[in-house]
């Protein structure tokens, strides 16, 4: 059964500051990785989407990485912002592309 | 595009009332829909996966009689809590996926409070 693990479950960093998310998963056999953003009591929103078959995406000032050998994903922020305080989840797609299976998130605050 | 809509965002309900939630996809067709559940501070749990024109495949530990879910349309389906108690109080997101299901589209959620 795949698990993912998401670390640290939150941070608080001062504006300005670049920052790194870390999420692993047990089952090296996926068919994307995913990463969303959370507002309290909001729906997600989808931030990347990396395939299997890459290493890395990139949209603005996020940067995600992939090594599916060692099961590992980092969120990469860079020059953190107020408005990026949220909860961030990672969630991976079996390989059959039909089920996410979400770590428990890490809920960032970025202090002005 | 790719705008998924839930109704209602937020319901209040008395213990032991059934409650009924819409998953609409408003730009896509929707071939499979999924249901999730969000405790606080908590990960999203999987409860069921729904294809249009058959019947839901429940996640292990969700009664199936308990949640509903219907998915009658490309675009549209219905997870209703059946006599709902104060544990089924959480909040519900549903997904959307296209045919090749490359990825999923969420919902904005439903809080469900029951009291």
């Known amino acids: 059964k795949q698990e993912v693990t998401q670390i640290p479950a939150a941070l608080s960093v001062p504006e300005g500051e670049n920052l790194v998310l870390n999420c692993s998963f047990t089952?090296?056999?996926?068919?994307?990785l995913q990463w969303f953003r959370q507002d309290p009591g909001k729906g997600l929103t989808s931030l990347l989407l990396?395939?299997?078959?890459?290493r890395e995406q990139t949209s603005g000032r996020l940067n995600a990485s992939l090594d599916k050998s060692s099961g590992r994903s980092t969120l990469y922020i860079a020059a953190s912002q107020p408005g990026d305080s949220a909860t961030y989840l990672c969630?991976?797609?079996?390989?059959?592309?039909?089920?996410?299976?979400f770590g428990e998130g890490t809920q960032l605050t970025v202090n002005p | 595009g790719a705008v998924v809509s839930q109704h209602p965002s937020r319901v209040i309900c008395k213990s032991g009332t059934s409650v009924k939630i819409e998953c609409r996809s408003l730009?896509?067709?929707?071939?499979?829909m999924f249901w999730y559940r969000q405790f606080p501070k908590k990960s999203l749990m999987l409860m069921a996966t729904?294809?249009?024109?058959?019947?839901?495949?429940?996640e292990q530990g969700v009664e199936k009689d308990k949640f509903l879910i219907n998915h009658a349309s490309l675009t549209l389906s219905t997870l209703t809590v059946t006599s709902a108690h104060p544990e089924d109080s959480s909040f519900y997101i549903c997904?959307?996926?296209?045919?090749?299901?490359?990825?999923?589209?969420f919902g904005p959620g439903t809080r469900l409070l029951v009291l």
């Open positions: 997904s959307a996926a296209t045919r090749e299901r490359e990825t999923q589209y």
């Open positions: 089952d090296s056999a996926i068919y994307n």
């Open positions: 990396i395939q299997s078959s890459q």
């Open positions: 969630a991976v797609w079996e390989t059959s592309g039909s089920r996410l299976t």
């Open positions: 730009d896509f067709q929707a071939t499979t």
């Open positions: 729904s294809n249009e024109g058959s019947k839901a495949t429940y």
